[in-house]
């Protein structure tokens, strides 16, 4: 995560529960407390967990995830908070004890979404292709501006945003942002959303494809689809799609031999934002 994305605190509530209660407490706990709770201002999740090796009487745990220590401090002094507590003391509170902390999230790492891979193409480039981190933003953002129309930035782009989705790519597990490196540098990327359908089951879309135009033509485009498509595919996505501009001949003909076709036309509707140029 990047350093100037708040990473929030955890807020962790340890029960221990007597025996003859469990079930009980349990059904009330998931169905009516915790979404109780959840629907508080700055919660944003909750995970519940059971102890199943360990020697602590606290065996039931719910980290709650808190955009702040602010809003945990607000929560905790709020008429909300105190009537679910009287609600769980006056229904568990002789046969439960509760232990109550807060936590600071130092990091919140992922481990790659997918592994790396290497490779040789024409020209004898030595290729890896990996899931991009955090220490690619500037290169990415850099190969990004290839994507532009004639060198001319879409309406409303700022760079600012490009790198806040960066980021996001980064956290959200339907997404994935690829890059392969050719000598050790970053040379190409790739991003690609997986979305369910009801229809088609679980699709891809790839966003972004570039490839440095230094190394073009040489199959580096070629092998990050593909790895792109690997990542799919284990994600149980059963077609991928992309769109590009009606003048990009040189990308049909790409797309065209990587077994994509021109199945359907894409739409689009764009208006303006009270804040800025149209999007
Ligand atoms: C499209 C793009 C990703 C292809 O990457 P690449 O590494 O050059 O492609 P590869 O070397 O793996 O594949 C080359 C094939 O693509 C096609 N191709 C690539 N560049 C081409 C060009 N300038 N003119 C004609 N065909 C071209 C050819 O079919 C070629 O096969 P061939 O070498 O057997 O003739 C790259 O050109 C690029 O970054 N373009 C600008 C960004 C873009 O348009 N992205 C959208 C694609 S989804």
């Known amino acids: 995560m990047h350093p100037d994305v708040p990473k929030g605190v955890v807020y962790l509530v340890r029960t221990q529960i007597a025996p003859e209660r469990e079930a009980e407490w349990d059904q009330w706990h998931r169905q009516s407390h915790v979404p109780e709770v959840l629907a508080e201002r700055g919660f944003r999740r909750a995970r519940r967990l059971r102890m199943v090796e360990g020697d602590e009487p606290h065996r039931y745990w719910t980290l709650y995830d808190l955009e702040s220590a602010d809003a945990l401090q607000a929560y905790r002094q709020s ?23 807060t936590l600071e999230v130092l990091d919140d790492l992922r481990a790659p979404i997918a592994p790396s891979e290497a490779a040789v193409v024409g020209g004898n ?34 760079e600012a945003q490009a790198r ?13 942002l690829f890059v392969a490196e050719v000598g050790g540098r970053v040379s190409a990327f790739a991003t690609a959303t997986t979305y369910p359908t009801m229809r088609f089951g679980r699709r891809g879309h790839v966003e972004d494809l570039v490839v440095d135009p230094e190394f073009r ?12 498509e690997r990542w799919a595919r284990r994600e149980g996505v059963t077609h991928l799609s992309t769109v590009i501009g009606l003048h990009r001949e040189e990308s049909r003909k790409f797309l065209t031999q990587e077994g994509f076709s021109d199945a359907s036309l894409v739409l689009r509707k764009r208006w303006a934002t009270s804040s800025g140029p149209p999007i």
């Open 125 to 158: 480039l030595h290729l890896m292709l990996r899931a991009a981190t955090t220490a690619d933003e500037n290169a990415v953002l850099t190969l990004l501006k290839h994507l532009f129309d004639r060198g001319t930035a879409p309406p409303g782009f700022t």
């Open 217 to 228: 033509t040489k199959g580096v485009g070629h092998r990050l689809l593909e790895y792109v």
């Open 79 to 101: 008429p909300a908070a105190m009537r679910l507590a009287a609600q769980h003391d006056q229904k568990f509170g002789h046969a439960s004890n509760l232990k109550r902390s």
């Open 164 to 176: 806040s989705s960066f980021r996001q790519y980064l956290g959200d597990p339907d997404s994935g």
